[in-house]
């Protein structure tokens, strides 16, 4: 099996210009991330996808394997469905490159259910993990995640949800950024994209698999213990430099 390993990075960004760009610590937050990456075994190749020459400058002076790729694309995913049409590949995994934290070991677990079970059929991943600090719980970045009891994907949303009415017992879990999809649930996610744009319910939460969920696919999600901080504002950075600094992370 065949396994490439994409790392969607845009310049541009409504909330925090220049983001993948960030240094911390020393290194600059995308080269974090595919560092990071590059530590799974199972992964033939890590490319990072950009629209943009300074993120492709800085990636080639750190030996970064990158891909330029159009500024029309809408998401990441639509990104990494370029990537595979010039990459022949049996499994593409998404890694966000706003996740500086991200475990190896985590990383890993989005492709598991691939390995241990080759006729799956599974055609999509996702992670998430236990909401464990109240700020994320109301943060608006941070896309909650509602699942069935088999893990399977009902719906995410960037409000507190489920609303505990009859149970205040709950636990909160949000998506961890890393995704795997087989060709064909990529080629679906592109294609729906060029014919309709956004889904609905995508367009209205901006929450990229959604677009899976709505259309009917089957979004298995594996519960992962992280410590990863998303970062989609300048103070989402400097709790991860905190992290950094407070660890003693290289």
């Given at each position: ?52 020459d300074r993120i492709m ?27 595979a049409e010039k990459i ?7 890694i966000q490159g706003d ?152």
């Amino acid at each position: 099996m065949k396994i490439i390993a994409v790392i969607p990075a845009r310049y541009e960004s409504s909330r925090f210009q220049g983001k993948p760009l960030a240094e911390i610590c020393g290194k600059l937050m995308i080269e974090r991330v595919y560092l990071q990456a590059k530590q799974v075994k199972e992964f033939d190749e890590v490319y990072v996808a950009t629209d943009d020459d300074r993120i492709m400058s800085a990636c080639q002076e750190r030996n970064i394997p990158c891909i330029m790729t159009s500024t029309s694309h809408r998401t990441g995913t639509d990104r990494i469905g370029e990537v595979a049409e010039k990459i022949p590949a049996d499994l593409y995994v998404n890694i966000q490159g706003d996740e500086p934290l991200i475990e190896p070991s985590t990383i890993r677990t989005a492709i598991l259910p691939f390995l241990e079970n080759p006729n799956t059929d599974i055609q999509v991943t996702n992670l998430m993990t236990e909401i464990k600090e109240p700020v994320d719980l109301i943060n608006f970045t941070v896309p909650k995640v509602l699942t069935a009891k088999d893990g399977r994907g009902i719906f995410l949303t960037r409000a507190a949800a489920p609303f505990p009415k009859g149970n205040i017992d709950v636990k909160y879990y949000k998506q961890v950024c890393v995704y795997g999809f087989t060709p064909q649930a990529l080629k679906f996610y592109c294609d729906y994209g060029k014919q309709y744009g956004k889904a609905k319910l995508e367009s209205v939460e901006d929450i990229e698999i959604l677009r899976f969920i709505e259309n009917g696919y089957r979004v298995q999600y594996i519960e992962v213990d992280s410590e990863t901080i998303a970062v989609d504002t300048p103070n989402d950075l400097k709790r991860v430099i905190e992290f950094v600094q407070t660890n003693g992370l290289q």
